[in-house]
């Protein structure tokens, strides 16, 4: 059983910076590529980044390109989401999931097989 777990999460005023983390159990983060994903309030969950399994390759949403950092450790089994000049439209729910497809840099929900329960971001104008 694989289980998804993030951190990391808080209130931050505009502009500010936050990091989220998120590991793996069950089977070892290097095994997959990870993706970050949100979901605002009354709004659909998106796409924000993905790591393949090495994190060697990566891919953004355009509304965090610049400001955003996905990188992956796989020796501490952990992958982060380094999130810098936030706003308030940054505010939402961030969720990390695996995908079994390790070379895969999906913006496709469905193509992730485990997902955590998400870790409340809220940007304070």
């Known amino acids: 059983q694989v289980q998804v777990v993030e951190s990391g999460g808080g209130l931050v005023p505009v502009g500010g910076s936050l990091r989220l983390s998120c590991t793996t159990s069950?089977?070892?983060?290097?095994?997959?590529?990870m993706g970050w994903f949100r979901q605002a309030p009354e709004k659909d969950r998106s796409f924000v980044a993905a790591?393949?399994?090495?994190?060697?390759?990566?891919h953004y949403a355009d509304s965090v390109k610049g400001r955003f950092t996905i990188s992956k450790d796989n020796a501490e089994n952990t992958v982060y989401l380094e999130m810098n000049d936030l706003n308030p439209e940054d505010t939402a729910v961030y969720y990390c999931a695996a995908n079994r497809d390790g070379s895969s840099l999906s913006t496709n929900d469905y193509e992730y097989n485990y997902w955590g329960r998400g870790t409340q971001v809220t940007v304070s104008s």
């Open positions: 069950g089977r070892p983060i290097s095994s997959f590529a």
């Open positions: 790591a393949s399994w090495s994190g060697a390759s990566t």
